[in-house]
C-alpha cells in the first residue's frame, strides 16, 4: 500500500526485456491537488470559514430541503405569475441591451479606421461597467427610479449591453473584410457597406449572443428581486423570511423547470445557428 503511494509521486523505473531502463514520465497531478488543498486551508483560515459548524448544522439545513420537496401547489398561481415577470424582465432587458450593442460594436471594432480616442474611452468604460453584476444595477436603480420590474429591466438591459458590445466588436474584428473594401470602393456609404459585406458574416454570431444572453439574464433575474426589482426573486426573499419552505420549494422548482426549458431550447438553436 506504501508502496504504491509512493509510485504516484516517484516516477517507477521498468526494466525491458534488452535489458534497457525506462523512466516513467514525471507526474505533477498530485503535487498540483496537494497546493489546491493547502491553498483552500490557508484562505479559510484567513476568511474564519467554520467548517465544524457547517457539519454540525448539516442536520437542521437537511431538514429544511425535506420540507422545500413537498411543494405547496395551493401557491401556484403567484409562482406562475412571479416566473413569467422574471421572464419578460430577461426578454426586454436582453432585446434592449441586444438592439443597442449591434451598431455600437461595429464603431467599437478597429476594422474601420473611426477615431481611436473614442474606442480607447469607451471600452475603458465598458470594462469598468462590466465589473458590476446585474445585481448592483439593479440595486441603484431600485433607489433612483422605484422598485418594481422597470429597474430590474434596466438593469438587465445596461449589463446586456456591457457584454454584447464586447463579444461582438470582437467577432467582428476577425471577419474577412474584402468585401467591405471592395463595396467601399464604389462609393457606397460605411453603413451601407456595414450591412451589406459585414452583416451577413456575423449575422448568426450576433442572434447565438442573443439566446447566450437572455438565457444568462433568466438566471440572473430570479436574483433581482432581492433588492426589490420584481420577478421570482420577490416571492423567493418573501417566503424564505418567512420560513415557508413549502411555498420556496414550488418556486425553486417553478425556476428549475425554466431555465432548463430555455437553456435546452437555447442550445439547440444556437446549434443550427452555428451549422447553418
Same mark, same amino acid.
Given at each position: &500500500? ?80 412571479? &416566473?413569467?415577470?422574471?421572464? /419578460?424582465? =430577461? ?12 451598431? &455600437? ?13 473614442? +474606442? ?6 465598458? =470594462? ?16 433612483? /427610479? ?20 464586447? &463579444? ?20 457606397? =456609404? ?11 458574416? /456575423? ?52 425556476? +428549475? ?8 431550447? =437555447? ?10
Amino acid at each position: &500500500m506504501l508502496k504504491d503511494l509512493l509510485h504516484i509521486f516517484v516516477p517507477d523505473t521498468h526494466e525491458l526485456s534488452n535489458g534497457k531502463k525506462v523512466k516513467e514520465k514525471f507526474n505533477s497531478t498530485p503535487y498540483i491537488i496537494i497546493g489546491i488543498l493547502i491553498l483552500i486551508f490557508i484562505c479559510a483560515v484567513i476568511t474564519d470559514v467554520d467548517f465544524a459548524k457547517f457539519f454540525k448544522r448539516f442536520t437542521k439545513g437537511w431538514s429544511f430541503v425535506l420540507r422545500m420537496l413537498d411543494p405547496k401547489w395551493s401557491y401556484w398561481e403567484t409562482a406562475r405569475q412571479a &416566473m413569467l415577470d422574471t421572464i /419578460i424582465i =430577461s426578454f426586454v432587458g436582453s432585446a434592449f441591451g441586444m438592439i443597442l450593442a449591434l451598431p &455600437m460594436s461595429f464603431y467599437l471594432s478597429n476594422n474601420f479606421k473611426l477615431n481611436k480616442y473614442y +474606442i480607447l474611452v469607451h471600452r475603458s468604460v465598458l =470594462s469598468i461597467f462590466r465589473t458590476l453584476p446585474t445585481l448592483v444595477y439593479a440595486l441603484l436603480l431600485s433607489l433612483i /427610479i422605484g422598485y418594481g420590474t422597470t429597474s430590474g429591466t434596466l438593469a438587465t438591459a445596461i449589463f446586456t449591453y456591457t457584454v454584447a458590445v464586447k &463579444m461582438l466588436y470582437e467577432h467582428i474584428e476577425t471577419v474577412d473584410m474584402g468585401a467591405y473594401e471592395a463595396l467601399e470602393s464604389t462609393g457606397a =456609404s460605411r453603413a451601407k457597406c456595414m450591412i451589406k459585406a459585414i452583416w451577413p458574416q /456575423i449575422k448568426g454570431f450576433y442572434w447565438s449572443t442573443v439566446l447566450y444572453c437572455f438565457e444568462m439574464n433568466i438566471r440572473s433575474a430570479a436574483i433581482l428581486g432581492y433588492v426589490g426589482a420584481g420577478g421570482i426573486g420577490v416571492k423567493l426573499n418573501d417566503t424564505i423570511a418567512n420560513m415557508d419552505y413549502e411555498r420556496t420549494g414550488l418556486l425553486v422548482l417553478v425556476l +428549475i423547470v425554466v431555465v432548463v426549458v430555455v437553456e435546452t431550447i =437555447s442550445r439547440e438553436l444556437r446549434k443550427k445557428l452555428v451549422n447553418g
